[in-house]
């Protein structure tokens, strides 16, 4: 089990910036590929980005690229999910995930946190 916690979530402008934290619980946090995903209201769960279990390796969703930075912290069991120039359409619950391969696909992620709201104004 890799019980995961995020936070950072609020409610933001359009064109601000917003950091979110997942915190991991246990001894095996760096060996997960981590990874960010949204759901909005209606839509189904999407992939915001992911980074490999050492951090050498990120992917990012088209939406998001140049705007979102993903890193993590193996000695603070931490991962990250820097987003600027933050607009309506990124407004969603974000879910951060652990797996044990890198990839940009739901189902491949074992374990994964409540989520925290997002939520940016026009």
């Known amino acids: 089990q890799v019980p995961l916690v995020e936070s950072g979530g609020g409610l933001v402008q359009a064109g601000d910036s917003l950091r979110l934290s997942c915190a991991a619980s246990g001894r095996t946090f760096r060996s997960y590929a981590m990874a960010w995903f949204r759901q909005a209201p209606g839509k189904e769960r999407e992939f915001v980005a992911a980074?490999?279990?050492?951090?050498?390796?990120?992917y990012y969703a088209d939406s998001v690229k140049g705007r979102f930075t993903i890193f993590r912290d193996n000695n603070k069991n931490i991962v990250y999910l820097q987003m600027g120039s933050l607009n309506p359409e990124d407004t969603a619950v974000y879910h951060c995930?652990?797996?044990?391969?890198?990839?940009?696909?739901?189902?491949?992620?074992?374990?994964w946190g409540q989520g925290t709201q997002v939520t940016v104004s026009s």
């Open positions: 980074i490999s279990s050492g951090g050498g390796t990120r």
């Open positions: 995930a652990a797996g044990i391969t890198l990839t940009r696909v739901v189902r491949n992620y074992d374990y």
